[in-house]
């Protein structure tokens, strides 16, 4: 890959070890990347739909959840690891597929894919992503996912499933909440749009990211790089944009889901469900694994947020399939809530990317590191010494202020 100005390359590396030298919590990442990636980009990333309810949901409703720690446990030793689809990973935290990675980081999909590789972790690459599935597949040997979609053109549906076979996904991972896009309305206020309606506002920010604007420029142009065979025009993003908003189908059912199971043949996730009902849809058709998951507030508003809906979707499928829980991960404790309510991993989708734009592949780094430390110390704290041993005796519902 052609890589930006050897010049631009070594600024840009040097103002990002400086930012992540103050780095010390996901939140920390966020406000950096807000302030090295232009406005348009951060909001996209940053952004939910309609009044963005959902979004605070995601992490508030973490909150009302208490951790009950055991005290006086030999903690000589603290195990991190676990397995999710029978892929040994070395920390309950995944990847989630996130779309167009090299808005917020030239170097997009690829910085991701290597250091989720460093972290032991899953990454999945999504169908809109920036970097092919084969260029993905080629950075690394860590495990990975493929989110795919069923679209309209079941060719390529196909195309996809057969290309990561020769690739050597470990899985793929079905999203089913997305029939349309939702209203994110930070997108129509920063001209985040097809085709883009950019604002004043909106170009001064790249003026104010000199650093992000001089990579960009001096890097190959964007495009959407698995399906930009599929038209004439392969790097005129606008139209490969157009393209995939053509193929969603509205009229996709579970039987669509279950031949695309069955095609595949391999460990298969369906991600976007919030209701039991779904949950047991999902275990009737095949899939090993459920991730609940609200798109991260960014499809429907005022839906229930995962960890909110997971012990009803815990108990409807009674260990039949793993479950993972998407949306407002952004603390060690978040993830020891959700495996003690009965969650077998979590995902992360924007803890990762505040990463990404902050500082790149080492921002990413980061921000895993940030995981880990704070599972590892998490884990010593609330008194277990490996991920088997927490479960519901350590969580309890908050039923009351307290001083």
Known sequence: MTMPWPFVRTLEAQASAWYLSRCHSLADLRRIAKWRVPAPMFHYMDGAADDEVTMRRNESDFDALELLPRNLVDLSGIDTGTTVLGQPISMPLMLAPTGMSRLFHWQGELAVA????????????????????????????????????????????????????????????????????????????????????????????????????????????????????RVDSGH?????????????????????????????????????????????????????????????????????????????????????????VDGGVRRGTDVLKALALGAKACMTGRGYLFGLGAGGEAGVDRALAQYRKEITLDMALLGVRNINEIGPHHVRRRTRIRD
């Not at 080629?138 to 549906?157: C, E, N, S, T």
């Not at 909110?308 to 409807?316: C, Q, T, Y």
């Open 114 to 229: 290597r250091a989720a590789a460093r972290a032991g972790t899953v990454y999945a690459l999504s169908t809109v992503g920036t970097h092919s599935i084969e260029e993905v597949a080629a950075v690394g040997d860590g495990p990975k996912w493929f989110q795919i979609y069923v679209f309209k053109d079941r060719g390529l549906v196909s195309e996809f499933i057969e290309r990561c076979r020769a690739a050597r996904y470990h899985a793929l991972c079905l999203t089913i909440d997305l029939p349309m896009t939702g209203n994110r309305e930070r997108d129509l206020r920063t001209g985040m749009t097809v085709p883009p309606a950019l604002t004043l506002k909106s170009w001064l920010s790249f003026f104010l990211n000199p650093l992000w604007s001089l990579c960009h420029v001096s890097s190959p142009p964007f495009t959407l790089a698995n399906v930009a065979h």
């Open 236 to 324: 005129d993003v606008q139209t490969l944009q157009k393209y995939i908003g053509s193929q969603f189908d509205r009229t996709v059912t579970w039987d669509d889901a279950r031949a695309m199971i069955e095609q595949w043949n391999g460990p298969f996730a369906i991600k976007g469900i919030l209701t039991a009902d779904d949950a047991k849809r999902a275990v009737d058709i095949g899939a090993n694994a459920i991730v609940v998951s609200n798109h991260g507030g960014r499809q429907l508003d005022h839906v229930p947020s995962p960890i909110d809906v997971l012990p009803s979707i815990v108990e409807a499928v009674d260990g039949r399939v793993e479950i993972i």
